[in-house]
């Protein structure tokens, strides 16, 4: 069963919007359809495309409700990282198997499924082959001066962001200092290792440092650790591979950036400022990238506490804040001629969620057809949609 509410009159303007605002519920497992009409009261035809936003663009924030276990089913990984062989061969470095294997199902390039890919990389056209689309998180291992790696990257790059900005998320591990850049153009430019971390951000909603990152953490490991100033323990000694992390990012290359909407530190190296895990916004997706050793924390520190313990709880974090796929336009673009209508369908569906309330901005962007007028009245049009996952629309 599912229910419908026609919210608040249409805007107005050279476009106007009915129903302006759409709020329904649904039990689980529903798809439902609803129509919204776009009609162009100007003397000139008007392209619009529609996209999806989160109603605050600091992710930081949780979309849908609480979860106190983390989830992974239904879900789809890729890991790519250096050829072991250009990784000296050792074990600890290699993420598809100290990061994934313990948690999920290993799958063949041409199988679809609960678990994940590995792509390890060892000529430049092994980049080309993965289709970022098809997964929820991409987990990328960086590891010294890979030639075949960073020109594989380097030659996708491009199409990467893309995929992060359009609503994708990926955790990068980025080991010694001034490795390739993630998305933004940031790294890992701040040498030195550290032994063990602080966290910095709090897993309660109340703090003004929450973090979801550390709230997923705290309620999956019991609700004792992973507070704000938690210690993570990593080696003792002073050799590789016996600490925490080797490198960190200064945020100066995060702050005035124009390509990043939001940041924030995770984590720092103990008794510093020194920001070792960045979570930030790129477009409408998500980065978490740390400057620990590829591989190293999953195989030699996995006690909870440990940045080795939170495996799952790091790709469940990353699909967390990634795109919405509960709600969709058919079509995403057209054009709406002059003093004419559009009918547009707006897919709600509620398949694999939890109960709850989900909110999403949807936002109509406006443009001249023809090119040849940029002096609309508007140019973009938001509305708000809820939808309420078996539970009263009202509430």
């Known amino acids: ?20 605002g759409l709020a329904v519920s649904v039990e689980d497992g529903d798809t439902l359809v609803t129509e919204m009409t776009l009609t162009n009261d100007a003397e000139i035809n008007i392209a619009y495309e ?8 600091d992710t930081r924030c949780r979309q849908g409700p609480r979860r106190d276990q983390v989830d992974l089913e239904g879900k789809m990984f890729a890991v790519i ?9 050792v074990g600890w470095a290699r993420m598809d198997e100290k990061m994934m294997d313990p948690i999920l199902d290993r799958l063949d390039p041409d199988e679809q499924g609960d678990g994940f890919h590995s792509y390890r990389v060892n000529n430049a056209a092994v980049w080309d082959d993965v289709d970022f689309e098809d997964y929820d998180a991409i987990v990328v291992g960086m590891w010294g001066n890979l030639q075949p790696f960073n020109n594989g990257y380097n030659a ?42 602080s966290l910095v951000v709090s897993p ?29 323990l990593g080696g003792g000694g002073g050799m590789i591979p016996n600490a925490w992390t080797f490198s960190h990012y200064n945020l ?14 995770i984590a720092v190296k103990q008794n510093t400022e020194n920001a070792a895990a960045v979570a930030y916004g790129y477009g409408k997706g998500t980065v978490l990238t740390f400057g620990g050793m590829t591989g190293m924390n999953f195989d030699r ?11 799952a709880e790091i790709l469940f974090y990353l699909t967390e804040v990634s795109r919405s796929k509960w709600i969709m336009a058919d079509p995403e673009d057209g054009v709406i001629e002059a003093d004419g209508s559009e009918t547009v369908e707006i897919i709600f569906t509620s398949v694999e969620m939890e109960a709850g309330i989900y909110e999403m ?22 509305m708000s949609a809820v939808m309420s996952l078996e539970s009263p629309t009202a509430d």
């Open 1 to 20: 069963a599912a229910v419908l509410l026609w919210l608040s009159g249409p805007a107005t303007g050279e476009v106007t919007v009915d129903p302006f």
């Open 301 to 311: 520190y996995r006690q909870p506490g440990q940045w080795g313990s939170i495996a």
């Open 156 to 197: 996708n790059y491009e199409r990467f962001c893309e995929y992060i900005a359009g609503g994708g998320s990926a955790y990068f591990e980025t080991s010694g200092a001034n490795q390739p850049h993630s998305p933004g153009g940031i790294r890992n430019n701040g040498a030195g290792q550290s032994v063990n971390g």
């Open 50 to 57: 529609i996209g999806f936003d989160n109603p605050e663009r």
């Open 252 to 265: 100066g290359q995060f702050e005035d950036n124009d390509e990043i909407d939001w940041f924030q530190v």
């Open 361 to 382: 901005l949807i936002q109509i962007e406006l443009s001249e057809a023809e090119g040849e007028r940029d002096d609309l009245e508007q140019t973009l049009i938001e």
């Open 81 to 89: 990282q250096g050829e072991p062989g250009d990784i000296r061969e």
């Open 204 to 232: 309660d909603r109340g703090d003004e440092n929450y973090s979801l990152f550390a709230e997923i953490c705290h309620e999956s490991q019991g609700g004792e650790l992973w507070e704000e100033g938690h210690v993570i």
